[in-house]
Nanobody, 122 residues
C-alpha cells in the first residue's frame, strides 16, 4: 500500500518552469514504478512520464519529451517532474501514480495522488 501526495502546481506564464513533487508514504516506495499523468477539462487522463523503480529507465510522451524531466529520490520517497518551456496546452491537473511495472496506461496504475493544478497562461 502506498499513499501519494502531489505538490508544486501553480500559475506560470508560457515559457516558464515548475517542479512538481510527489511524496509517498510506506517503506516500499523504491519497489514501485512511478508515473505522472495529466487531465485537462473535458479530456481523458493522459500519460506524461514514468520512471522505473531505481530510476534507470524513463519514458515520456511525445508532447513533453525534451521539455519535462522525471526523477526520483528513493531515500526521500519522492518523485519529481521538472517542467520547462511550459505551454498553455500543458494546463491540466497533474497526478502521480504508482505501479509495479513501467506502463503508459493509466488504468494499470493502482495508486494515485489527489492531483495538483498547473495553469500556463499565454
Amino acid at each position: 500500500q502506498v499513499q501519494l501526495v502531489e505538490s508544486g502546481g501553480g500559475l506560470v506564464q508560457a515559457g516558464g518552469s515548475l517542479r512538481l513533487s510527489c511524496a509517498a508514504s510506506g517503506r516500499t516506495f523504491s519497489s514501485y514504478v512511478m508515473g505522472w499523468f495529466r487531465q485537462a477539462p473535458g479530456k481523458k487522463r493522459e500519460f506524461v512520464a514514468a520512471i522505473s523503480s531505481r530510476g534507470g529507465s524513463t519514458s515520456y510522451s511525445d508532447s513533453v519529451k525534451g521539455r519535462f524531466t522525471i526523477s526520483r529520490d528513493n531515500a526521500k520517497n519522492t518523485v519529481y517532474l521538472q517542467m520547462n518551456s511550459l505551454k498553455p496546452e500543458d494546463t491540466a491537473v497533474y497526478y502521480c501514480a504508482a505501479h509495479i511495472r513501467l506502463s503508459v496506461v493509466a488504468g494499470e496504475y493502482g495508486y494515485w495522488g489527489q492531483g495538483t493544478q498547473v495553469t500556463v497562461s499565454s
